[in-house]
């Protein structure tokens, strides 16, 4: 019988003990896909590594920053109040001088006011809002919001009809008030405030709505209000007191590097 039955055939695969790099190549990934997910678990310690829930947001920053401020505000304006009270007991002032203080602090605004005042409540249009009246194109989103210079053009007018004192939402207003928008929030002396906005004002109340109707800027805003929606009020008060200012009167400005 020929030898040739049992000689491997022509063709026939390579022998076992063969040296096979697929192999190897497959245990190497296998071994890296269990790193990765121990890496992974190791990291997120039984949380969702694909939300930024966790993460500090910069709104809520802004706003955690601003509830600080007023809380310091509120702590600042007690501990005036107890300064001045021990002050008064015996300070070595004429009754005189006392007065000119006391008429300089009132105009400086560091103090309470009480008198006939108005409100103004400006506010955002619906955000789907459209044009009301012919003529006029469909809202972009920047006419439906609130800007700073429609504030300024409230406080402004408030301010040249007489106006003996003016606050925006909780806070009084002084020389170096300055009533700024970041967006559609407003940052007033360290604090965040978003809409409504309102704007109260002690002085004549006759004078202050004249003052109003007859600015420029405020006639303008009053077209988006009739077209766009954007809000509008004023109301008569009555008898109103607003707050003296608390904040620092210290002024903060840029200084060169030596």
Known sequence: MSNSADSPPTGSSPARGRFRPVRVLTAAVFALAGLIFFTSFNTAKGTNIR???SLLK???LIHERSRGNGELGEANASLRDDVEALAERDDGSTKAE???LAGLEHNAGTQKLTGEGITV?????PPDATAKLPGYPEPQPDYLVIHQQD???VVNALWQSGAKGIKVMDQRLISTSAVRCVGNT???QGRVYSPPYKITAVGDPEKMQQALAASKAIQNYMVYVNVYGLGW???EDGTVTLPGYSGTVDLQYAKPVE
């Open 233 to 235: 009020k004023v109301t």
């Open 98 to 100: 006392d007065e000119k």
């Open 186 to 188: 407003l940052i007033l």
């Open 121 to 125: 409540t400006l506010n955002d249009a």
């Open 58 to 60: 910069l709104s809520d």
């Open 51 to 53: 939300t930024d829930a």
């Open 151 to 153: 504030l300024q053009a």
